[in-house]
């Protein structure tokens, strides 16, 4: 899976949505990949990720149904919640990923090894963001608040804004420049019991498992 990441000019607005203002013209990707284990539900999610000299931007769209939103703390199970995910891998084995349910909570790490213990499933070896380190992210949600159950359809949008300064804090160096040629993925998960779904842009093989870096797609800056 390839995706161009378009340089954006001008103000970035996340409210006007995918189709208006300085998205408009950046290439669409669509999260549908849909996995064996997810049951019948399969919100129809896209997103368009750009950038500039000082910051990554990423805006997803999700029209969803059988919606939850529980979690409310930084670094707690929010892929339980109906949430989208981006892993980013700019050079190198490491990578961070950046986890957000509806309403706008986030866990991120950064994976240094993505091996997970045979018993307890956990991580081999990650560092959990800081809350100095969220507090520089700008995060758009048209949800809000703890949400028991959304049965009926709904359209949402989650934004992201990832500032350089912050990329740099884990790739020291790292620059956004067209020509460069970055890893990563895009994911669709959680919501209602029942309704669970576990869904990719580019595609991952064998256990369900999104930290396989193996299968994370090109991501080409232009």
Known sequence: MEYKVCRMTGPVDFSCGLEAGSWKDLPLLEVANVRSESSSHRPHTVAKL????EALYLLFEVDDRYVRSWETEYNTSVCVDSCVEFFVQPRGKEYLNFEV????TILTYFISDWQRDP???AI???QALKREDFEQLTIYHTLSGQIEGITDPVKWRLGLRIPLALLRKFFPGLELKAGAVWRGNFYKCGGMKGY???ITWSPIEGKLN???PQYFGDL???
């Open 50 to 53: 750009g950038y500039d000299d």
């Open 101 to 104: 349910n509806c309403s706008g």
């Open 119 to 121: 018993v307890t499933g």
């Open 124 to 126: 081999a070896k990650y």
């Open 196 to 198: 669970e779904h576990w």
């Open 210 to 212: 999104f930290h396989v």
């Open 220 to 222: 080409k800056f232009v």
